[in-house]
């Protein structure tokens, strides 16, 4: 099956710096989104982006599907930007979601 | 808006008991979703429901797990018997429209299973 590859596992960032994490795939897929799960558990919806560029707010995310990456942009780090940020794609021909193994964000005041 | 309510937030239980997970999705959606977390396994997709028709339920992991949705207000997600190894955080997901990667979720706080 696909495999779903996030990097870097960690990162620790002091306040205001910028970030970049990606998301490698290993086939072909309908669509990718991005996900992002709080220090408490709750977990989110960030993006669903198949290909090109979406931004909200102080984050962005690309997709090039062609090459099978995307990454996800933080911009301006805040504390509560503190979490593990998911991929996960929709491989074609099938109907699952199938996760990456996250980035474990911390962001330090 | 509530958003997605999952009940019970805590489950403690032993071997063999049976354990029922309930979800309420958010009003007017037409897509439901059941996702099981463990530190091993990361998140997985178990089954998810358009129009409160199961559509793909690969994901389940064997037969003592079964979800329904009898109405578009309510699932339930049981296992029967339950074992250690069932112990996880059970998310609960809707959304407004169809397929798998291309909505946008809304995710209940999740409920926490101990199975001793």
């Known amino acids: 099956g696909i495999q779903v590859e996030q990097s870097p596992p960690d990162l620790i960032l002091q306040e205001g710096a910028n970030s970049t994490l990606r998301c490698n795939f290993s086939?072909?897929?309908?669509?990718l989104q991005w996900f992002h799960q709080n220090p408490w558990g709750q977990l989110i919806n960030l993006f669903y982006?198949?290909?090109g560029t979406k931004q909200n707010g102080r984050l962005s995310a690309t997709t090039v599907a062609t090459e099978r990456y995307s990454l996800l942009y933080i911009s301006s780090s805040q504390t509560t930007d503190s979490g593990v940020y998911f991929c996960?794609?929709?491989?074609?021909?099938?109907?699952?979601?199938?996760f990456g193994t996250g980035t474990r964000l911390q962001v330090f005041p | 808006d509530a958003g997605v309510i999952q009940s019970p937030r805590h489950e403690v239980t032993e071997m063999g008991q049976e354990v029922t997970l309930r979800c309420k999705p958010i009003?007017?959606?037409?897509?439901l979703f059941w996702y099981r977390q463990t530190m091993m396994r990361g998140l997985e997709l178990l089954i998810y429901?358009?129009?409160?028709?199961?559509?793909?339920d690969s994901g389940m992991p064997e037969d003592r797990f079964s979800a329904k949705m009898p109405n578009a207000s309510f699932s339930t997600l049981k296992i029967q018997p339950s074992e250690p190894r069932d112990s996880a955080v059970y998310f609960c997901?809707?959304?407004?429209?169809?397929?798998?990667?291309?909505?946008?979720?809304?995710f209940g706080p999740g409920t926490r299973l101990l199975v001793l």
């Open positions: 429901f358009n129009n409160n028709v199961p559509i793909d």
């Open positions: 997901a809707s959304s407004l429209g169809y397929g798998i990667g291309s909505v946008t979720q809304y």
């Open positions: 009003s007017g959606h037409n897509s």
């Open positions: 996960a794609v929709d491989p074609y021909n099938t109907d699952k979601l199938i």
């Open positions: 982006i198949p290909s």
């Open positions: 086939d072909s897929v309908n669509n």
